[in-house]
């Protein structure tokens, strides 16, 4: 049973930062890759950030430059560094996690990002 954990999530001002968490069960030396997905009211889930077992990173061109995603093997904890925050990044973020290349993709349970003034 895959479980993701998120935290870090809340309310920050337009320009602030905010760092997100993602910790997952077993070891992630073998996982093909882990990231972030987000959904705000009335739209569809979007990718973020993803990072690959290799260390390759891939980011939505809306967060580029602003976000950054990392990894610490050693806690099985993916990270989501947000920077220069704008109100249209309100979302539900989502840990996501592919243990293998055709694999099922697992989710965690979301944590709210609010961006409001």
């Known amino acids: 049973q895959v479980q993701l954990v998120e935290s870090g999530g809340g309310l920050v001002q337009p320009g602030g930062s905010l760092r997100l968490s993602c910790t997952t069960s077993?070891?992630?030396?073998?996982?093909?890759?882990m990231g972030w997905f987000r959904q705000a009211p009335g739209k569809q889930r979007e990718l973020v950030a993803l990072?690959?077992?290799?260390?390759?990173?891939n980011y939505q061109d809306s967060v580029k430059g602003r976000f950054t995603i990392s990894r610490d093997i050693a806690k099985n904890t993916v990270y989501l560094q947000m920077n220069s925050l704008k109100p249209e990044d309100t979302a539900v973020y989502f840990c996501?996690?592919?243990?293998?290349?055709?694999?099922?993709?697992?989710w965690g349970q979301g944590t709210q990002v609010t961006v409001s003034s």
């Open positions: 990072i690959s077992n290799g260390g390759s990173t």
């Open positions: 077993g070891s992630m030396r073998t996982i093909y890759r």
């Open positions: 996501t996690q592919r243990r293998t290349i055709l694999g099922a993709d697992y």
